[in-house]
């Protein structure tokens, strides 16, 4: 199984991001994907998880009003969009499945001015 992030991205305040997690080697709709990110110095902070069966979500109460969860079946990739930026987003954002047991390798979203 392999689970492959897009590139390091920046961002002005108030802007958005959109990151991809491209999955192989398993069935894409038999694992949830979740959404978990690391801002420098802290712990890692779950933001939630899609279902690509359905597209069903269940996102953190804390991101839930700007971010979006969702999942292309026909490529086997899954995509969180995060809107109204701040510094406080720069961090390490990972994709995982199988309840967290398969990790992309991570994606720097940096926001500055």
């Known amino acids: 199984i392999q689970v492959v992030q897009s590139g390091a991205e920046v961002r002005n305040p108030g802007a958005s991001v959109k990151v991809s997690c491209k999955t192989s080697g398993y069935t894409f709709t038999n694992y949830y994907i979740d959404w978990v990110r690391q801002a420098p110095g802290q712990g890692l902070e779950w933001m939630g998880r899609i279902d690509p069966e359905d597209g069903g979500t269940n996102y953190d109460q804390k991101f839930q009003d700007r971010v979006t969860f969702t999942a292309d079946t026909s490529t086997s990739t899954a995509y969180v969009e995060l809107s109204g930026l701040t510094s406080e987003d720069t961090a390490v954002y990972y994709c995982?499945?199988?309840?967290?047991?398969?990790w992309g390798q991570g994606t720097q979203v940096t926001v500055s001015p």
């Open positions: 995982a499945a199988g309840t967290l047991e398969y």
